[in-house]
C-alpha cells in the first residue's frame, strides 16, 4: 500500500498496480482458490471481518457520507452478510458440474458444464454504498475461485482506506488486494489485462471501462446507473405509495442507483397524490442523516432545480452541511436537465400523464432504466407494464427491495449496464462455464466416418436432420 494522502486515505502507487496483478495471477497460477475449502475459508473470514469491525466500518461510513450505524448495517453491511451466509449454504451445488441433456445423434454420452473461475478480476466499486458495492462482488468472484483485485471509490476514502487495512487481515492476502486511489489510479489498473472486469459507477465511467476492457477482449459487467421512473396509476393506493416512494427517494439522501428518480402520475389522482407525497417526502428527508457526499454533487443536485419550467416545493439547501431538503418538482419540461439526467439527490419530478399508455410511451421513449416501479391495485395495469417496458428490475408497489432477493439477478439492460449479480448468477458472472462432453469408446460406429455411402447417408440425414 501507499503513501498516506492528507485525509488519512492511502493511495496505491502507480508502479504497484502491476505488481499487484502480477502477484494475484501467480496465485491463481497456484491452483490454491480452486478448492471450495479454500473458498469457504475466504467467505466465514469476510463474515467475521464484518460481525468483527462492523464498528469501524460504520464509522468510516459515517465519514465520508454522514450515514448512521442503523443505516449501514441495512445498507451496507446486512446484504452483504445475507449474500455471504447464502453463497456459503449453496456454494457446493453452484460449483458442481451441471449436466446437459444429450441429443441421441451423440449418443451415448455425457455433457456437463463445467464451472470454472475466470482467473484475476479486477472490481471498481462506487462511493454511495461503499461497503456493499465493493464487498457483494466480491463475495461472487471469491466463490467462483478468482482471485480479485479491489478498487473502492476515492469520493468514500475512509472506507477505501478501511478495506485495504482490514481484508488482508480476514483474507488470503496473496489472493485478494485492494488499490486505493483516484482517475489515475483507476487507468493504471484499467491498462492491465483482467480475466473479467466487474464494475460499479455511472454510464459514462463504464464506457471508458468497456474501451479499456475490449483492449484485451475482457468480459466485462457493467453496473450502471440512469433514470429509474415510478409509474402511479389512478387506482394505486396512494397513502402507501406516497409513503414508500418518499422512503426509497431519501434513502441514503437519494444517492442510490436504483431510487426513484422521477414520478409519472395519472391525471386524475394527481393533486392528492403530490399531496401526500410532499408530506411524506418531508417526513424521510428529515429522518435521514445522510448528506450530499460532496459539494460538486451538492452543486451538480441544487443546479437541478432551476431552469426546468414546473414548480418547486421544498428546495431548501445549506451547503455548509451539504444537505438538501426533500423536494418535488411538479410538471418539468422533459427535456430539461431534472429529467434528462440522473438526479442521485432528494428531488422528485411528478409528471402528469392522462394514461398507463402514455406513462408506458414515456418510459420507452427513454434509455432502458435499471429499475421500473409501478404502484397499482390492478393487476391488468401491473401486467402491461412488466410486458411493454424494458428494465433491469421492477418493483411493483415497492421500491428498492428487489435488490434484497438474493436469487433475483441484479442488473441494467442497455444504457444501465450489461450483466448481472447476486446469488447464483454472481457465482456464474466470476466463473467460466467450460462445455465437456464425454464419449465412451466401447462403440465406435463406423458410419460417422467418411467416405459415406448411400445407406449411411441415408441415416445421417435421417438422424441428424
Ligand atoms: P463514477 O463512474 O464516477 O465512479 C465509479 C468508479 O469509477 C470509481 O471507483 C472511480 O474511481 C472510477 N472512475 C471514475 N472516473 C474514471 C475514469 N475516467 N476512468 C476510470 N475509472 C474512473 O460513479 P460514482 O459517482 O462513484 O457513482 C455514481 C454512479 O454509479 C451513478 O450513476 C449510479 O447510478 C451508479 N451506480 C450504479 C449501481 C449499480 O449497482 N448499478 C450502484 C451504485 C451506483
Not at 454510464?203 to 459487467?221: C, D, I, M, N
Amino acid at each position: 500500500m501507499g503513501k498516506p494522502e492528507e485525509d488519512g486515505a492511502p493511495v496505491t502507487a502507480p508502479c504497484d498496480v502491476a505488481d499487484e496483478v502480477a502477484r494475484l495471477r501467480r496465485t491463481f497460477g497456484s491452483g490454491r482458490t480452486r478448492s471450495l475449502p479454500w473458498r469457504r475459508e475466504q467467505l466465514e473470514g469476510l463474515l467475521r471481518l464484518l460481525d468483527e469491525r462492523e464498528p469501524e466500518l460504520a464509522v468510516a461510513i459515517e465519514q465520508d457520507l454522514g450515514r448512521n450505524a442503523i443505516g449501514s448495517f441495512m445498507g451496507d453491511i446486512a446484504p452483504v452478510r445475507s449474500e455471504i451466509r447464502h453463497t456459503l449454504k449453496n456454494l457446493e451445488k453452484w460449483a458442481r458440474p451441471r449436466k446437459v441433456r444429450v441429443p441421441v445423434t451423440q449418443q451415448p454420452g455425457v455433457a456437463r458444464e463445467i464451472p470454472e473461475p475466470k482467473g484475476t478480476v479486477l472490481v471498481i466499486g462506487a462511493w454511495n454504498f461503499p461497503i456493499l458495492l465493493t464487498l457483494h462482488p466480491l463475495v461472487s468472484a471469491i466463490a467462483a475461485g478468482n482471485t480479485v483485485l479491489l478498487k473502492p471509490s476515492e469520493l468514500s476514502p475512509h472506507v477505501a482506506a478501511a478495506l485495504a487495512t482490514l481484508l488482508p487481515l480476514y483474507l488470503d492476502p496473496s489472493a485478494v488486494a485492494v488499490v486505493t486511489g483516484g482517475v489515475d489510479v483507476s487507468t493504471q489498473v484499467l491498462a492491465e489485462r483482467f480475466d473479467h472486469i466487474f464494475f460499479t459507477g455511472s454510464t459514462r465511467v463504464g464506457q471508458v471501462v468497456l474501451e479499456a476492457a475490449a483492449k484485451h477482449l475482457t468480459p466485462v459487467t457493467l453496473e450502471l446507473g440512469g433514470k429509474s421512473p415510478v409509474i402511479v396509476t389512478a387506482d394505486a393506493d396512494l397513502d402507501v405509495a406516497a409513503r414508500r416512494i418518499a422512503w426509497g427517494k431519501c434513502v441514503n439522501n437519494g444517492q442510490a442507483c436504483i431510487a426513484p428518480d422521477y414520478v409519472l402520475v395519472e391525471d386524475s389522482v394527481r393533486p392528492q397524490f403530490v399531496e401526500r407525497l410532499l408530506t411524506r417526502l418531508q417526513e424521510s428527508a428529515k429522518a435521514e442523516p445522510t448528506r450530499m457526499v460532496n459539494e460538486a454533487h451538492f452543486d451538480r443536485v441544487v443546479g437541478l432545480l432551476d431552469g426546468h419550467g414546473g414548480d418547486v416545493v421544498g428546495g431548501t439547501h445549506d451547503r455548509a452541511t451539504l444537505k438538501i431538503a426533500g423536494t418535488v418538482v411538479t410538471d418539468p419540461d422533459p427535456d430539461s436537465p431534472v429529467m434528462q439526467e440522473e438526479i442521485f439527490g432528494p428531488v422528485l419530478p411528478v409528471m402528469s400523464v392522462p394514461s398507463l399508455a402514455d406513462a408506458v410511451a414515456f418510459v420507452n421513449d427513454r434509455p432502458k432504466p435499471l429499475a421500473l416501479y409501478v404502484f397499482s391495485n390492478s393487476g391488468r395495469s401491473v401486467d402491461t407494464v412488466v410486458s411493454s417496458t424494458s428494465s433491469g428490475s421492477v418493483g411493483v408497489n415497492q421500491v428498492l427491495y428487489q435488490m434484497l432477493v438474493p436469487e433475483l439477478p441484479f442488473g441494467g439492460v442497455g444504457e444501465s449496464g450489461m450483466g448481472s449479480y447476486h446469488g447464483r448468477k454472481g457465482f456464474d458472472t466470476f466463473s467460466h462455464l467450460k462445455a465437456v462432453l464425454h464419449k465412451p469408446t466401447v462403440i465406435d460406429l463406423a458410419l460417422t466416418y467418411p467416405p459415406y455411402g448411400p445407406i449411411a447417408s441415408r441415416i445421417l440425414r435421417r438422424v441428424m436432420g
